[in-house]
């Protein structure tokens, strides 16, 4: 075995990968960036080195400091964990000619395998099947547009190099090619540096499934079975399991014997992934139809499930490779036991799902038979717009997938995190949808079965339970409790009036109260009804004041995680604010790609105004309605938070009804 591992990533993934070397006795050494200093893989590691500054290009991705670091403190060998450099073939070159063994394929494997359009024609000649479709990379949008006819309608833009969804647009209409061409050419040149892009036929009501590949220098390739992954957004997977519920014993073995194919056919070594689309609507005939749709060069994000059924550790057995060793285990050795489903937690809103930014106050993780966590960050820690905003996984196994669910599904519950807004309460509306208890999974999941969906709102006990909270809080300037800062500001009957909005269901619609406070515990009103507040206790609530002074109410309450924002009653003009009938803001923290307007460019409803790029996806805020853009705020490459101004509009007209708000739609 290696001696000392040099952890070339951050987050959940590091902290995964410093476990298992702890446990085969392997020392390890951190990288981080200066937004990462505090954070709990620096702490897990034996060395921490800093890397740079906060964004990835200065600090994760800076491969000479990576080397630099390795040498400094004396590895001989680089675990990529995945995302970041995992599957850069000039990195895996760059640590095998500095010496040292690198955790993974060969760096020609990762540069043939990560062209799709050459990892196809490769593995078709292999007899692995491939989706129907223009596999050749070096066309240009006319040649593109061409080639679809042959292709056919609906169709899939992909990116060459692309992945999670990045530079893929779904066509239905041969007039919207064009314009998806660019923009898929645009995002996957942003994102890989490399604009080409391929045509497949879309296949009807699609299951994801991958299988797990494991091969050593000694040539041997076993397989460990399947994951489904169909639930996804924006093509990136949201939960995932194993094994799935729509693959028999036939439809496994074939799918196995696929992907061993794959990875004997190109050298394979090490830990990698076969991801296959299944057609739904052959489920269930005697030879369902499966293509090939590309291979992961790494460890997956959800290796755990995996791991839980087959009772394997794929990071001691990617280690145990690297070094040079046979695999311990035949195909004819695996069993697997149970069921694993797993759910990614991510920091952003549950309805539009979009990134959020911001501090962890408090995070509490759940317990339980079977229930697993694979989380990144702890109570301090900062998720800011520089990463990938996954906080980390949650994992449940049972000896059958409704135990599995049911666990899944208590874990979510016991799970709190108070700071930053996440997608809990979205993941457990997936687990309890009668879809997914049938195993009735596609791709489109998500719009078949939740489109629309909105959390539940809060009840008039739990808002008075928030504003109790804010009664009792103190101010650190000495004002006695926030009623103070209100003003003298009262109704008729008396007391002081408080509204709170919950950030998640209803941010623009505040729950308003009247309080009372002569001595004892504060009476709360609301539309002329008393409420008798929730008991909640000291661990489930918190009241946070930003430095502008505003104040904010987080609180868990039966399996819910919200927060609370007190609207002042009295609000002054900025006058430093920008101008004009509204001002157009970003929908989340990202960086500005693209502006499309100039000042005093009249626009049509629906118009592209500003492109805000995110998580690797691009958010188009389009316009409402027609109008005259008045001032522009932002310029390409600018990071800004959300609800920074973009642009300020005047409408041609006044809208009828509520004044409409921008539109940000991830492509």
Same mark, same amino acid.
């Given at each position: ?585 970003? =929908?989340?923290? $990202? &960086? +500005?790609?693209? /502006? ?7 626009? %049509?409803? *629906? #118009? @592209? !105004? ?13 316009? =409402?309605?027609? $109008? &005259? +853009?008045?001032? /522009? ?7 800004? %938070?959300? *609800? #920074? @101004? !973009? ?17 940000? &739609?991830?492509?």
């Amino acid at each position: 075995m290696v001696a000392r591992v040099l952890v070339a990533n951050r987050g959940e993934i590091a902290r995964r990968i410093i476990r298992t070397c702890r446990e085969l006795g392997l020392a390890t050494v951190a990288v981080y960036s200066d937004a990462d200093a505090g954070e709990p893989h620096v702490r897990d590691a034996d060395v921490a080195v800093r890397l740079g500054p906060a964004p990835a290009p200065a600090s994760y991705l800076d491969v000479d400091r990576l080397l630099e670091a390795a040498a400094r403190t004396g590895c001989d060998a680089v675990h990529p964990g995945y995302g970041f450099l995992a599957e850069d073939p000039a990195f895996a070159r760059a640590v095998t000619e500095a010496g040292l063994t690198f955790v993974g394929p060969s760096a020609e494997v990762i540069a043939l395998m990560g062209d799709k359009a050459a990892a196809k024609r490769r593995l078709a000649a292999a007899g692995v099947p491939v989706v129907p479709g223009e596999n050749r990379a070096d066309l240009d949008d006319a040649a593109l547009l061409a080639a679809a006819e042959q292709v056919g309608f609906p169709l899939v833009v992909k990116a060459v190099a692309g992945g999670g969804g990045t530079g893929m647009r779904v066509v239905t209409e041969p007039e919207h090619l064009a314009s998806s061409l660019i923009a898929a050419r645009r995002e996957a040149r942003g994102a890989f540096g490399d604009d080409r892009l391929i045509l497949e036929r879309l296949v009807t009501r699609p299951r994801h499934i991958e299988v797990q590949v494991l091969a050593d220098a000694h040539g041997n390739v076993i397989h460990l079975f399947e994951r489904e992954c169909s639930v996804q957004r924006r093509h990136q997977k949201l939960v995932e399991e194993a094994p799935s519920a729509a693959v028999d014993e036939q439809l496994r073995e074939r799918l196995g014997a696929a992907a061993v194919t794959a990875a004997r056919e190109v050298g394979y070594l090490g830990a990698g992934t076969l991801e296959f689309l299944v057609d739904g609507t052959t489920i269930g005939t005697e030879e369902p139809s499966f293509y090939f749709l590309e291979m992961n060069t790494r460890l997956q994000v959800e290796h755990p499930v995996t791991e839980l059924i087959t009772g394997l550790d794929l990071v001691a057995l990617q280690l145990s490779v690297a070094a040079g060793q046979p695999l311990p285990i035949t195909q004819e050795d695996l069993t697997r036991t149970g069921h694993a489903i797993e759910v990614r937690l991510y920091a952003e809103d549950p309805v539009e799902q979009l990134p959020q930014i911001g501090r962890i106050h408090a995070l509490r993780l759940p317990t339980g038979p079977g229930v697993r966590c694979d989380v990144g960050v702890d109570t301090g820690s900062a998720v800011t717009r520089h990463y990938d905003p996954m906080v980390g996984k949650l994992i449940a196994y049972g000896p059958d997938r409704p135990t599995a669910i049911r666990r899944l599904r208590d874990a979510l519950a016991g799970t709190s995190l108070r700071g930053v807004v996440t997608n809990l309460e979205l993941l457990d509306a997936v687990l309890a949808h009668p879809a997914f208890a049938a195993g009735e999974l596609t791709t489109s999941f998500l719009s078949d079965h939740l489109a629309g969906w909105r959390p539940e709102p809060l009840t008039a006990p739990q808002v008075a339970a928030a504003a109790l909270a804010l009664h009792d809080a103190r101010g650190g300037d000495g004002d006695p409790s926030p009623w103070a800062r209100l003003g003298a500001v009262r109704t008729g009957g008396g007391g002081w009036p408080l509204a709170l909005a919950d950030r998640i269901t209803a941010a623009d619609q505040p729950h308003r109260l009247l309080v009372t406070a002569r001595g004892g515990r504060p009476e709360l009103v609301s539309d002329g009804v008393r409420l008798d507040p929730v008991e909640l206790g000291p661990d489930d609530v918190e009241v946070v004041t930003d430095p502008d002074g505003s104040r904010h109410v987080w609180f868990h309450h039966r399996g819910r995680t919200r927060v609370l924002d007190e609207h002042r009653t009295v609000r002054h003009a900025d006058a430093s604010a920008p101008t004009g009938a509204a001002t157009f803001t970003a =929908p989340m923290p $990202g &960086t +500005v790609i693209a /502006v499309e307007v100039t000042a005093g460019a009249a626009v %049509d409803a *629906g #118009a @592209t !105004l500003v492109i805000v790029e995110a998580m690797k996806m691009e958010h188009p805020v389009r316009a =409402p309605v027609a $109008g &005259t +853009v008045t001032a /522009v705020h932002v310029h390409p490459g600018q990071g800004v %938070d959300a *609800g #920074a @101004t !973009l642009v300020a509009f005047e409408p041609a007209e006044e809208p009828a009804g509520p004044p409409a708000t921008p539109i940000a &739609t991830g492509s």
